[in-house]
């Protein structure tokens, strides 16, 4: 038998059931952000259960909307050199983007549409926006310039990055 201690919680695996003390858990997925850790869970094993530890659960409905109990604990990712094209590494939703350079693409390996990125710019940007291609700027203003110390909310749709006003 296996166990798992999360925060102030016990997760026993017996090979068959997974348990939180004495309360059956149906666990489809388990999602391990920051030394946290998620379970998606059948909401009907949960009912009543409450606690303090480090542990949040997700229950997902059928018309795919998630009840998160807890706040959710974004990634701060690596600063990221300005150029025509560039690429955001893996490590969070938030990114420092140092340099001048224009930016005309935000490559999307590894994003998927519905994504949002928050974007820091350490100095004045010039932004060129629809250049074209995967990844293009859109801002219903045109091109514009960042100010520094500022940030910028995108969404990607489809397969082009959207400014958030």
Known sequence: MATYK???AV???DGTNLAI???PVYVET???LHDKVTFDTDPDFLNGFNSSANAYFVNQTTTGISDFDGRILEGYGT???????ITLGSGGNTFN???????RNIVITNWQSGSGIYLFFTSVCPINQA???SGQIINTAGDFSTVANGMYHFKLIGTDWYRVL
């Open 6 to 8: 999360i925060g102030d």
């Open 11 to 13: 997760l026993t695996d």
């Open 21 to 23: 003390g004495t309360l």
């Open 30 to 32: 388990v999602i391990t």
């Open 79 to 85: 600063a990221v050199a300005s150029a025509n094209t």
């Open 97 to 103: 983007i140092t340099g001048t350079t224009e930016i």
């Open 131 to 133: 250049f074209g291609g």
